[in-house]
């Protein structure tokens, strides 16, 4: 029962590097999400996606691109990082089949960017 | 725009209180309301959804509730534990198109 599995955990980056954040479901959910947490601001939603192919902006998606190429997985890429990206990232999935079912989130990726 | 706002930020409360933590949000016209727990460096935990029809739902020594006329959410802690200190957070939306609160960290203290 693995749920979501966000890798990797931590991660420093030095600005203007690039990289993938991966995400992975085992649920088989068509909804799957990337927020940022920061102190005092709460999540914020930066990507999301309905389904394999289907991909849309949240509140705060500049400097992340995403892609939904299968079921399983979404991840989420910093094309050229910034200190203002250093943040924790949670990825969620939930069922599409009723829209009233809860969502399931994954463990988190503490990103610093120096 | 869906604002949701949760205060206190914090709360310390002695074992075995019964507690409420509070969620306010601006648009009644909502698709669920969620409570989640956080704890230190993990992930989100979800305690209750509560779906826009309904009042309330219930698990354990928790209970939520609904009132979408005034715009708000309680979740009530009964008998509260030290296991129960954590961030409680509120969410609204439908999918995974979900506004949060900033949260309330609670230490419940022996």
């Known amino acids: 029962n693995a749920g979501v599995t966000q890798t990797p955990k931590f991660q420093v980056l030095k600005t203007g590097q690039s990289m993938t954040l991966q995400c992975a479901q085992d649920m088989n959910h068509e909804y799957m999400s990337w927020y940022r947490q920061d102190p005092g601001m709460g999540l914020r939603l930066i990507h999301y996606s309905v389904g394999a192919g289907i991909t849309d902006q949240g509140e705060v998606p500049n400097g992340y691109n995403v892609s939904r190429s299968t079921t399983e997985d979404f991840p989420l890429r910093l094309l050229s990082a910034a200190p203002s990206q250093t943040s924790v990232y949670f990825c969620a999935s939930s069922s599409l089949g009723r829209r009233n079912t809860e969502a399931f989130f994954g463990q988190g990726t503490r990103l610093t960017v120096v | 725009k869906q604002e949701v706002t949760q205060i206190p930020a914090a709360l310390s409360v002695p074992e075995g209180e019964n507690l409420v933590l509070n969620c306010s949000f601006t648009d009644s016209a909502i698709y669920n309301l969620q409570w989640f727990r956080q704890d230190p460096g993990k992930g989100l935990t979800s305690l209750l959804l509560?779906?826009?029809?309904?009042r309330e739902q219930t698990s354990g020594r928790l209970n939520a509730s609904l009132d979408k006329s005034s715009g708000r959410s309680t979740l009530y802690i009964a008998a509260s534990q030290p296991g129960d200190s954590a961030t409680y957070l509120c969410a609204e939306g439908g999918g995974n198109k979900l506004t949060f609160g900033t949260g309330t960290q609670l230490k419940v203290e022996l």
């Open positions: 509560i779906q826009s029809s309904q």
